[in-house]
C-alpha cells in the first residue's frame, strides 16, 4: 500500500486507499507536495523502485485546513496496489484509544548513499504515547506515538491491528525539542485517517459513492491466504473464500481460493497444486 512521492522539491511517501474508475487514490501529507506548480508533475514510484505513474495538480486535491492531500494516479504501468483498510472507525478508535496501545508506521525513506541505493521501505513499531484534543492540535495532528521515523517517510500510514492490519492515520510531523532549535524528541504524530475519508468525499463530491476503498477486501479464511499476492492483485476488491479441496489426482489436499467479480461470479485460483493445508503453512 505505501508508494514512494517525488516532487520537484523532494520526496515523500502516500498511502494506497482505493480507487475510483481507472485510477488509484492515494493518501499523503499535504507538504510532501507543496509547492508543486501548474504544470508540474509528481511522479509516483512503487516501493520496489518501479514507476506507477505520474499526477499533475489537476488530480490533486490538498486540505485547506489540515496537512493532508489526496492524489488520483492513473496505474500507467499495471502494478500490484494493494489499497490499505481505511474506514471512518479511526475516529472512534482514537476517541477509545490509550497510551500504549501497539502501532506501526511504515513510509519509504530518504536515501542514505553511505548505507542504500534507492528508498527503502521501512516499518517502524512503537506505541500510542498520547492523543490529543482537536482543539488542541495544528493542522489535523492529534495521534502522538513511539516509533522512530526518518527522512521521506512523511505521508507514509500508521496502522494497528485489529483483526488485520487497519490504517488509521497519515504520518507527518516530529515533535521539536525547542531547547536544541531544530533536533528531534523523539516523538511523532499523525493526522486521524477519518479526515483523509473527508477530504476524498470533498474532492469527489457525489462521485465519492462510486469509489471503491480497501476495506471491501473480505477474507474468509481457513489458513493464510493473505501471502498470495499475486490473487489479490487480478482483483483486490473482491471477496474471496479459501479452503481446502481433495485432489483425486495427488491423494493430498489442495488449498483453494474462491475470487468473487463485482457480479458475485467466483472464479477458482488453486494455491500450491499437490501440497496439503498443512505443507501450505508449514513452508509458507
Avoid at 48 to 57: C, L, P, Q
Avoid at 64 to 83: E, H, Q, R, T
Avoid at 107 to 126: A, E, F, H
Wanted: with cysteine; charged share 20%; hydrophobic share 35%.
Amino acid at each position: 500500500s505505501i508508494v514512494k512521492l517525488l516532487t520537484p522539491f523532494g520526496t515523500g511517501s502516500g498511502v494506497v486507499v482505493g480507487r475510483i474508475k481507472d485510477k488509484s487514490i492515494i493518501i499523503t501529507a499535504r507538504h510532501v507536495i507543496e509547492g508543486t506548480a501548474n504544470g508540474e508533475e509528481v511522479e509516483v514510484y512503487h516501493s520496489d523502485g518501479d514507476i506507477v505513474g505520474y499526477v499533475d495538480n489537476r488530480d490533486i486535491k490538498k486540505s485547506d485546513i489540515y496537512d493532508l492531500a489526496v492524489l488520483f494516479v492513473k496505474n500507467k504501468k499495471g502494478k500490484c496496489l494493494i489499497p490499505a483498510d481505511i474506514t471512518d472507525a479511526s475516529k472512534k478508535w482514537l476517541s477509545n484509544a490509550s497510551t500504549g496501545a501497539n502501532v506501526l508506521v511504515a513510509g519509504l525513506s530518504t536515501t542514505d548513499s553511505s548505507i542504500s541505493k534507492k528508498p527503502d521501505l521501512r516499518v517502524s513499531r512503537g506505541v500510542i504515547t498520547n492523543i490529543l484534543s482537536e482543539d488542541n492540535s495544528f493542522n489535523g495532528y492529534q495521534m502522538g506515538y513511539s516509533s522512530p521515523t526518518s527522512r521521506g517517510m512523511s505521508g507514509g500510514g500508521v496502522f494497528v491491528w485489529e483483526r488485520r492490519l487497519v490504517f488509521v492515520g497519515t504520518h507527518g510531523r516530529g515533535e521539536r525539542d525547542q531547547l536544541r532549535d531544530s533536533a528531534k524528541t523523539g516523538f511523532n504524530y499523525a493526522i486521524p485517517s477519518y479526515k483523509s475519508l473527508e477530504l476524498i468525499q470533498s474532492a469527489l463530491g457525489s462521485s465519492y459513492q462510486s469509489v471503491e476503498f480497501g476495506n471491501r477486501i473480505n477474507i474468509y479464511i481457513t489458513a493464510h491466504p493473505e501471502k498470495t499476492i499475486s490473487t489479490i492483485c487480478k482483483n483486490p476488491f473482491g471477496t474471496w473464500y479459501c479452503t481446502v479441496t481433495g485432489n483425486n489426482e495427488t491423494f493430498v489436499n489442495d488449498f483453494t481460493c474462491f475470487l468473487t467479480d463485482k457480479l458475485g461470479k467466483k472464479s477458482r485460483y488453486t494455491i500450491n497444486p499437490g501440497k496439503s493445508l498443512q505443507e501450505f503453512l508449514r513452508f509458507n
